[in-house]
T-cell receptor, first 113, second 113 residues
Framework: NAGVTQTPKFRILKIGQSMTLQCTQD?????MYWYRQDPGMGLKLIYY???????DKGEVPNGYNVSRSTTEDFPLRLELAAPSQTSVYFC????????????FGQGTRLTVV | GENVEQHPSTLSVQEGDSAVIKCTYS??????FPWYKQELGKRPQLIID?????GEKKDQRIAVTLNKTAKHFSLHITETQPEDSAVYFC????????????FGTGTKLQVIP
């Protein structure tokens, strides 16, 4: 049972470059989330989705974009990478919006230099 | 918005001792309180959760207590073992059109053999 799968696991970007973090879940969850985790800061919500075609901003959406064309996939796009986007990114999914266990992917460690 | 404070940020205990991690939340409408464990380099995973209509919940060596009046909840780990060493995150969730989950900043627990 794969659960939530993220790729890549590690990435180094140069300032100004762009990239897409991929996230796929096989649990048929309607709700998906992108978080960033900075040292000592917990998890901050970037974007979330309540179903295919529906996305909304979280606490820290600036510099990111998302799309949800299918139930399974929820990619996160970074445009014009900045050093402030150096972080660990986690994708997650759940059966209910915020009111039950969230299943996390294994994370993507991104460094912008 | 909701604010979740978590203390302590680091905690060292001897194997076999108990560990207590405390969180406070600001919005009295919060009704769901999960705890996640994150081992080094791995994804966060739910270990226990509690809802606002319950004061205490236990699962083997782990328990969570909730005081709605004081707006705080705590994680208790008894008979700690080296494999309990990890970062623990509390979270609080507010019902509504978007049930927002706010995470605490994490507690790094070290169990010394």
């Amino acid at each position: 049972n794969a659960g939530v799968t993220q790729t890549p696991k590690f990435r180094i970007l140069k300032i100004g470059q762009s990239m897409t973090l991929q996230c796929t879940q096989d649990m048929n969850h309607n709700y998906m989330y992108w978080y960033r985790q900075d040292p000592g800061m917990g998890l901050k919500l970037i974007y979330y989705s309540v179903g295919a075609g529906i996305t909304d901003k979280g606490e820290v959406p600036n510099g990111y974009n998302v799309s949800r064309s299918t139930t399974e996939d929820f990619p996160l796009r970074l445009e014009l990478a900045a050093p402030s986007q150096t972080s660990v990114y986690f994708c997650a999914s759940s059966t209910v919006l915020g009111d039950t266990e969230a299943f996390f992917g294994q994370g993507t460690r991104l460094t912008v230099v | 918005g909701e604010n979740v404070e978590q203390h302590p940020s680091t905690l060292s205990v001897q194997e076999g001792d108990s560990a207590v991690i405390k969180c406070t939340y600001s919005d009295s409408a919060s009704n769901y309180f999960p705890w996640y464990k994150q081992e080094l380099g791995k994804r966060p995973q739910l270990i226990i959760d509690i809802r606002s209509n319950v004061g205490e919940k236990k699962d083997q060596r782990i328990a969570v207590t909730l005081n709605k009046t004081a707006k705080h909840f705590s994680l208790h780990i008894t008979e700690t073992q080296p494999e309990d060493s990890a970062v623990y995150f509390c979270a609080a969730s507010i019902p509504g059109g978007y049930q927002k989950v706010t995470f605490g900043t994490g507690t790094k627990l070290q169990v010394i053999p």
